[in-house]
């Protein structure tokens, strides 16, 4: 059976379609459910395998992106998503539900206020689109595990620049194999903070983290908008790059055999 | 109540801030050393010490990058350094400021009812480097009003601001009767005037009439409604005009009266190609295309120029969400958006400025954002569009919005009956945009902004999202019989159209008001943002108002369509409007307008072989006219722009607008695949304008962007047979006979082309008046602007081109009837060798070229396809080696002896393609009998070498030509 995945519509999630796209290719069954329903009408959250909080602008980023979402999250359905996440299901929050999933304090997990962690504004200081290339590194993260391939996709994003309060903070992540995806450069290399690879300044190139469990991802790179070999950038010279399938299948795997 | 302030400041890096001070500095204010910027935020309310410290920490304050403090007001005074300077800037009040509506929401979420209400601000620290407070003064009112604030929607102050909530007035039901039946002539244009009608005396003379035989004078709010739909913007009275035409001598012209523009030319031109796969053409609120069995396309291209001249963001950003619900209101899903920008050159020094128009920079920079937080937040990709720059731009700045819907065939309908309810969905109405329908039709002056500053809306993308979702799923369950957008006139108008064939009844009290006070008038007339009006028969109401809850849309039934022909608008029962449908959409006087054509071009078309190029270029220096042309703000790259705009959303975009192996190439055209399609077929969207031309000669002009919206679609692979175009004509005033010459000839041309390559006009917009009369008494009116914008289709996107050189070893042919021209040319503005030349004339065998250029691209022989436009074939040749980062060698003798001609020359109909040698033949045989040449073959040398009978005549390093053509190119670190 496929795994029931529950894409949590937010007033201005605008890319919902676009990884229900991704995840019905991938072998799920996406089920948009608006946050109003969520609310209003018994949902049935065990019905469900897989949560996705999608991208876009929930709340129009008033008070900073994902702020006003995470609050939402955290009023009305912790009690939902922490039996969720510790049940071991899969979650995933991209861009807009990245910034939410660390708002709300749900990643990097633990978080305190003297080691908290954000996503702030570019440091170029505006919102930008382009394609990055994607070191899959964790192999706890459920999600990124036995990627071998570098995942080309695109951002498009104002507040994407992961940086922590307190860089003990960056040594607890990596210890513990948090740091799910890292900006390279196209060959591969380290993007060591240069601009464009490392599109937003990013602290150690940084543009996704899990859980320490592994089962809950944020990233703000939408791999979801890379399914098809023609939305490649360079599709017209034959240049394929690694889609974001295998990141979904993987998720949808893990799910089947909960 | 108590009023607290709080402000929120960054930490050492605040992004913000360094762009700002950039800003700065461009504008020429060298005394700034350091600009540090801060968000405030106003919460009125009965708060404790405890929870203001918790609002502050859990709301406001992000905890790893800023630091909060607040007080409550009045606030003592607080010594700066004396080197530094305070500016404060609050919106005014009633202007839409979201922000302030989720601090509230989000505040009783958290628990702290005792918020009542809140607003927000900006606050600016400035250090000089001078510590004479005077100085400091002068300086910090001087960028408080070019750049820190817009008086339009903000109030500043050196200092401390407070904040202004909107005032609790008491309703007003206040209906002013205007009696006009015994007013004389200057009477009645008083009363046009005084109203901001832009109604002419035989407008006001047919008014009057119509109340004589009512026996009664008019409301005030009939008054306004009529004024709105008898306006330019509404009904194109410019375009449906009677026109007396003479030639400039003051002899008869042939033909010598044209009644109708749009019947003449436009609807003519759709009528007589008579494609059967358009579906809609000019009677709805888009054009709609068949697309495949199951799904069918629709466009619509809007301007707001006017709006984006006072207030850039906010009249840009309320253009992208007006053109957006144009395509929803053909119940279509809104899929790629587009925008072509006209601006002042961005190096207009301050002096210069007329007074009352704001920096070009600012104006750029403020469009940008607008079009950027639109079409980002709601989630529309944006694919393509253009940027220009002239001085005639730089008070009447043009901003054209385009949007792509698409939607299951056969799904929209547009039939209201008698007894449907007539209901409102979205946005609240408050004061903003009163009058933008006539604010449009009117010539600006330096107290535009003052008195207008009401026409400015700001707009609200996630309300609009949320129409978006609620109006798909009512389509799909088929909830309502009709439905249109409020846009200009706002509910007079959406309401007004949508009952004019059966009519209605409606209560204005039932409208939602953003506060209270509106007068009944205001409210029919308001143009807030967001809204869109159904009829919704009685049954399915419910189901309408349970999707509106899931989607926090806001739902008021307003009253109901009735059989009675006439249009009755009630205020809490009162009657304030009753007119018949006959009157107000039909009743207008005609308009009766002169035209005088423009002079003949004194310059024949072939005069390209006489005289020599010696004396307008050497050949040494085409080397530097080309970095020259490379680098002029028209042709440089507009990266910097396009990666603002997300490209990506709703994963269809195949071409993108930025191509090439370093993602850095110029695309001609989009090519769109949307989600939820099967098969292969996919979406083409490009553009043609050339305001260069226009000055020049209109209805070549005309010829030659369509020429170019056309010749850039078949660029990226579109089927010739399946393009369809949009007109927006920008022009000045159209009471002086001498621009209506020219609009006449662009129309013509319009006409012409049109059938020429069999492409139907779909819909269409004109906005006039873009003149400006400054302080100096003089006009300042843009060039004669028409932009055509082209749907075209592709069979298989699989089969889509770009236009990056793609490997060494292939050849290049030049196809089309190469006859370069240097009128209108960009080498003339960088040589600054004005030309008598014409601009370039009609192609004639340019559709069978196209034609066989898509057979070429069906069959696989072109890998990379550029047109010839601006800078002509060594500029389409050069952005071919910055995409593909590969070099070229070009032996041209075509035109002997004309180097500069055939390297800069502009022409209608030519394309540039690479071609694998193992083609060559068959691409060959697919041209036969009509131009084609090959010129040339890729090189892994990343030089382009251009020559002509073997001999060099330009040889530039492709490293060189990015360098001119985008000075921060994409793989360096931009400065901060």
């Not at chain 1, 034959?238 to 974001?244: I, L, Y």
């Not at chain 2, 309502?480 to 949508?498: K, P, R, V």
């Not at chain 2, 592709?794 to 889509?800: F, K, L, N, R």
Request: glycine share 10%.
């Amino acid at each position: 059976m496929k795994p029931k995945a529950l894409i949590l519509q937010a007033r201005g999630s605008n890319r919902d379609l676009d990884v229900m796209e991704a995840l019905t290719l991938s072998g799920a069954e996406p089920i948009g459910v608006p946050l109003n329903h969520l609310r209003s009408r018994t949902t049935d959250w065990h019905a469900f395998q897989m949560l996705v909080i999608p991208g876009g602008f929930s709340y129009a980023d008033a008070l900073g992106a994902g702020k006003l979402l995470a609050l939402d999250l955290n009023s009305y359905f912790a009690d939902e998503i922490n039996a969720f996440v510790a049940s071991g299901k899969p979650v995933i929050g991209i861009c807009n539900g990245f910034q939410a999933l660390l708002k709300s304090g749900i990643l990097p997990e633990g978080n305190d206020r003297q080691r908290a962690s954000t996503l702030t504004f570019n440091t170029q200081g505006h919102f930008e689109c382009r394609w990055v290339t994607l070191a899959p590194l964790s192999q706890t993260c459920i999600w990124t595990k036995g990627l071998n391939d570098n995942i080309t996709c695109p951002v498009a994003h104002g507040e994407g620049n992961f940086q922590v309060s307190d860089l003990t903070l960056i040594n607890t992540l990596s210890s513990l194999d948090q740091i799910a995806l890292t900006y390279t450069h196209p060959d591969g290399s380290p993007a060591n903070g240069e601009y464009p690879a490392n599109p937003n300044g990013s602290v150690l190139d940084i543009a996704g983290i899990c859980n320490p469990q592994g089962n809950v991802l944020g990233l703000m790179p939408h791999p979801e908008n890379h399914i098809h070999p023609t939305q490649h950038p360079q599709w017209s010279r034959d240049v394929s790059g690694q889609t974001g399938l295998g990141l979904f299948e993987n998720g949808i795997k893990y799910a089947a055999g909960l | 109540m108590q009023i607290y302030r709080f402000v929120v400041q960054s930490g050492q890096f605040d992004p913000r801030s360094v762009g700002y001070l950039k800003d700065v500095l461009a504008l020429g204010f060298n005394n700034l050393q350091r600009i540090e910027c801060q968000d405030l935020y106003f919460i009125e309310g009965q708060l404790q010490q405890e929870e203001l410290q918790q609002l502050a920490l859990s709301l406001l304050t992000d905890p790893v990058t800023q630091t909060t403090s607040f007080e409550a007001l009045p606030a003592p005074q607080i010594s700066l350094n004396p080197d530094t300077i305070r500016v404060e800037a609050a919106l005014r009040p009633g202007v839409t400021d979201p922000v302030a509506g989720q601090i509230v929401r989000a505040a009783h979420e958290l628990g702290f009812k005792g918020v009542h209400r809140a607003a927000t601000g900006s606050r600016f620290e400035l250090m000089f480097d001078t510590c004479d407070p005077q100085e400091q003064a002068s300086l910090a009112e001087k960028l408080a009003r070019q750049l820190l604030a817009n008086p339009v929607i903000q109030r500043w102050t050196l200092g401390e601001i407070t904040p202004s909530f909107p005032e609790e007035a008491a309703s007003s039901g206040a209906v002013e009767i205007l009696p006009i039946r015994l007013l004389d002539e200057d009477g009645l244009l008083e009363v046009s005037i005084n109203r901001r009608g832009a109604l002419d005396l035989a407008e006001m003379k047919a008014i009057q009439a119509y109340y004589r035989a009512e026996g009664r004078d008019p409301s005030d709010v009939e008054f306004e409604s009529i004024a709105q739909t008898w306006s330019e913007h509404c009904n194109h009275k410019t375009f449906k005009a009677h026109l007396d035409i003479s030639l400039p001598d003051g002899g008869p012209a042939e033909p010598a009266v044209v009644d109708s523009i749009i019947k003449t030319y436009l609807k003519a031109a759709t009528d007589s190609i008579a494609a059967p796969w358009v579906i809609s053409a000019f009677v709805d609120n888009a054009g709609i295309l068949e697309f495949d069995d199951d799904f069918e396309i629709s466009f619509k291209v809007e301007t707001h120029n006017h709006p984006s001249a006072i207030e850039p963001f906010g009249g840009a950003n309320t253009g992208v969400g007006g053109v957006i619900r144009d395509v929803l209101g053909v119940s279509a899903k809104p899929i790629a958006n587009t925008d072509i920008l006209c601006f002042g050159p961005q190096d207009t020094h301050l002096d210069e400025l007329p007074e009352g128009v704001l920096h070009p920079r600012r104006i750029q920079s403020g469009v940008v954002a607008g079009v950027q937080d639109y079409g980002n937040k709601i989630g529309i990709p944006t694919v393509n569009g253009a940027i220009l720059y002239d001085a005639g731009y730089t008070a009447n700045p043009l901003v054209f919005c385009g949007c792509v819907g698409i939607a299951p065939r056969g799904r929209h309908h547009k039939n209201p009956q008698p007894g449907d309810r007539v209901i409102l969905l979205g946005g609240r109405t408050g004061r903003d945009g009163l009058r933008g329908a006539t604010f449009s039709s009117m010539t600006m002056d330096a107290q535009t902004g003052e008195v207008s500053g009401a026409s400015v809306q700001i707009g609200d993308p996630i309300t609009e999202k949320g129409l978006i979702d609620v109006i798909l799923r009512a389509r799909d369950l088929g909830l309502y019989s009709d439905i249109t957008d409020c846009g200009a006139g706002g509910l007079s108008s959406a309401a007004g159209e949508m009952a004019s064939s059966i009519g209605a009844d409606i209560e204005l009290e039932n409208v939602q008001l953003k506060y209270p006070g509106l007068a009944p008038w205001e409210i029919w007339l308001s143009e807030a943002q967001e809204r869109m009006v159904l009829a919704v028969p009685p049954a399915n109401i419910s189901a309408l108002q349970d999707l509106c809850d899931t989607f926090d849309t806001e739902l008021t039934d307003i009253g109901e369509f009735t059989g009675s022909a006439r249009l009755v608008v009630r205020h809490a029962g009162q009657v304030v409007l009753d007119l018949a449908n006959s009157f107000l959409h039909a009743g207008f006087p005609q308009r009766q307008l002169k035209a005088i054509l423009p002079e003949a071009h004194s310059q024949p078309a072939d005069n390209q072989d006489k005289g020599s190029d010696t004396t307008l270029a050497k050949k040494a220096d085409h080397s530097s006219t080309l970095l020259a042309l490379l680098s002029h703000a028209n042709i440089a790259s507009k990266a910097a722009t396009i990666r603002l705009y997300d490209h990506e959303i709703q994963g269809g975009t195949v071409v993108k607008p930025l191509a090439g192996i370093l993602n850095d190439g110029p695309s001609d055209a989009a090519v769109l695949k949307p989600i939820g399609t099967r098969g292969k077929r996919g979406i083409v969207l490009s553009n043609g304008i050339n305001p260069e031309y226009g000055k020049v000669n209109a209805y070549r002009m005309a010829w030659a962007v369509v020429d170019e919206a056309v010749r850039n679609a078949i660029c990226v692979g579109a089927d010739p047979g399946r393009i369809a175009v949009l007109d927006n004509f920008c022009w000045g005033d159209p009471k002086r006979p001498e621009t209506m010459g020219t609009l006449i000839e662009a129309a013509r041309g319009c006409h012409d082309a049109a059938i020429h390559y069999g492409t139907p006009y779909i819909s269409g917009k004109d906005s006039l008046n873009n003149e400006y009369l400054g302080a100096d008494g003089q006009r300042h009116a843009i060039p004669p602007t028409l932009l055509i914008s082209a749907l075209g289709q592709i069979e298989a996107v699989s089969q889509a081109i770009t236009m990056d050189l793609k490997k060494a070893g292939n050849f290049i042919y030049l196809a089309g009837d190469f006859q370069p021209t240097f009128g209108g040319s960009h080498f003339s503005m960088v040589t600054h060798h004005t030309s008598s030349e014409d601009v370039p004339a009609p192609s004639p065998v340019a559709p069978q070229v196209y034609r066989s250029f898509h057979q070429a691209i069906q069959a696989g022989w072109v890998k990379s396809a550029h047109d010839l436009s601006e800078g002509g074939l060594a500029v389409a040749a050069a952005e071919m080696c910055i995409g593909g980062r590969l070099g070229l060698h070009l032996d041209l003798c075509i035109v002997p002896h004309r180097s500069a001609r055939t390297l800069f020359g502009e022409t209608n109909g030519c394309l540039l393609a690479e071609v694998a040698p193992e083609d060559t033949a068959a691409f060959e045989k697919a041209f036969e009998n009509k131009p084609i040449l090959r010129v040339g073959s890729v090189t892994s040398d990343p030089v382009l070498v251009m020559c002509m009978n073997n001999e060099t005549q330009l040889s530039l390093p492709v490293a060189d030509l990015v360098t001119a053509w985008n000075p921060v190119p994409e793989l360096l670190r931009p400065e901060n």
